[in-house]
């Protein structure tokens, strides 16, 4: 088993940034890639960025340039930097971990609320 938590979701303005942080816990060396999803009302859950452990970077078109997809394995944590927001990022965000087997855990999800 692996259990997610997510932080760091809130209220900006566009333009603003925010970063949200992903602690896994649990079977940790299971884990072959993490990423962040989001869904937004009436949308259906897309990829926001993933990170393998062996590094491959992927990115939705939408954010290219704007998000950045790091980690910490000390922390056991991967974050999302999120830059020049805009209304449309607004969206329920959620924490992905997949292990080698392809089986996937999500974390609570946190409020992206991009708004002036």
């Known amino acids: 088993q692996v259990q997610l938590v997510e932080s760091g979701g809130g209220l900006v303005q566009p333009g603003g940034s925010l970063r949200l942080s992903c602690v896994a816990s649990?079977?940790?060396?299971?884990?072959?890639?993490m990423g962040w999803y989001r869904q937004a009302p009436g949308k259906q859950r897309e990829l926001v960025a993933r990170?393998?452990?062996?590094?491959?970077?992927n990115y939705a078109d939408s954010v290219k340039g704007r998000f950045t997809i790091s980690r910490d394995n000390a922390k056991n944590t991967v974050y999302l930097q999120m830059n020049s927001l805009k209304p449309e990022d607004t969206a329920v965000y959620y924490c992905?971990?997949?292990?080698?087997?392809?089986?996937?855990?999500w974390g609570q999800g946190t409020q992206v609320t991009v708004s002036s």
């Open positions: 990170i393998t452990r062996g590094g491959n970077l």
């Open positions: 649990g079977s940790i060396s299971s884990i072959n890639a």
């Open positions: 992905n971990a997949q292990r080698f087997d392809a089986q996937a855990f």
